[in-house]
């Protein structure tokens, strides 16, 4: 197997070059963790995917821990001796909610299914996504709205969340393009509409994070998605939020 070393003093195992032999693959990982030992190294890192699952026994008894999961792929570490600390694993999910706005003061709302009161639009930012796709493409699916992004203006966490992790919910401001409802998720969304402001905020039936969230956030300019210069290569950063100037 083939492994390249990392800036901290740690081992990257390919998971291109690992073998299925179960015997193979135990003689060469070994081979791996004594020489990272001989050599005063980190962490070995190798990330089996499903089709290889059955050599994660192999890397247990060689000493090797659960780091993290993905559907389809799970990475295993081996800390040496000498390793204080080992990069956290995952532990925030990450959504998105639309508040957008039409000229006659009302708010865009969607219900769920069994469901009492109304929400945002918006919902999970998946693997690779941005906030600005995940809030627009969740728009589109739960309303039917076309909605151009203008600006993070709120954020809220949430502790315990989805199998013991944290969330971090982003409120972001829209413009809608369009102003016809046409609910596409119908599996989950049970109703959508344009509600009035006002009437959204002192409506009991509503929860109270949401009503305070939109009484404080109507009209609020926020963090507005902005380009820099030299935003590029390794360090390169997909979204950066900044307050605009007056």
Same mark, same amino acid.
């Given at each position: 197997m083939e492994f390249t070393l990392d800036k901290f003093n740690g081992i990257i195992i390919n998971?291109?070059?690992v073998t299925y032999d179960v015997d193979s693959f135990h003689a060469e990982l070994n081979k791996i963790t004594e020489f990272s030992k001989q050599n005063n190294k980190g962490i070995i890192w190798i990330?089996?995917?499903i089709a290889l699952s059955h050599l994660i026994p192999v890397a247990t008894e060689l000493g090797f821990v659960f780091h993290n999961c993905l559907e389809d792929e799970i990475t295993l570490i081996h800390k040496s001796e000498? #390793?204080?600390f080992v990069p956290f694993i995952p532990t925030h999910t990450l959504g998105a909610g639309a508040l957008i706005t039409n000229e006659h003061n009302q708010v865009l709302m969607i219900k769920e299914h069994g469901m009492t009161g109304y929400k945002l639009p918006g919902g999970h930012i998946e693997l690779g996504e941005s906030i600005e796709e995940s809030v627009v493409r969740e728009t589109m699916e739960e309303t039917g709205i076309k909605a151009e992004f203008v600006s993070v203006v709120g954020m809220a966490t949430r502790h315990p969340y989805q199998f013991g992790k944290s969330n971090l919910y982003f409120v972001c401001h829209l413009i809608a393009q369009t102003q016809e409802i046409a609910i596409q998720?119908?599996?989950e969304i049970a109703?959508?509409?344009?509600?009035? #402001?006002e009437e959204f905020i002192n409506n009991t039936e509503n929860y109270p994070f949401n009503r305070q969230m939109v009484a404080s956030l109507v009209g609020k300019q926020g963090l507005e998605l902005t380009q820099l210069e030299g935003n590029s290569g390794p360090t390169h950063k997909p979204e950066v939020f900044f307050s605009k100037s007056e």
């Open positions: 998971p291109a070059t990330s089996l995917p000498i #390793v204080e998720d119908t599996d109703e959508a509409k344009w509600v009035d #402001v």
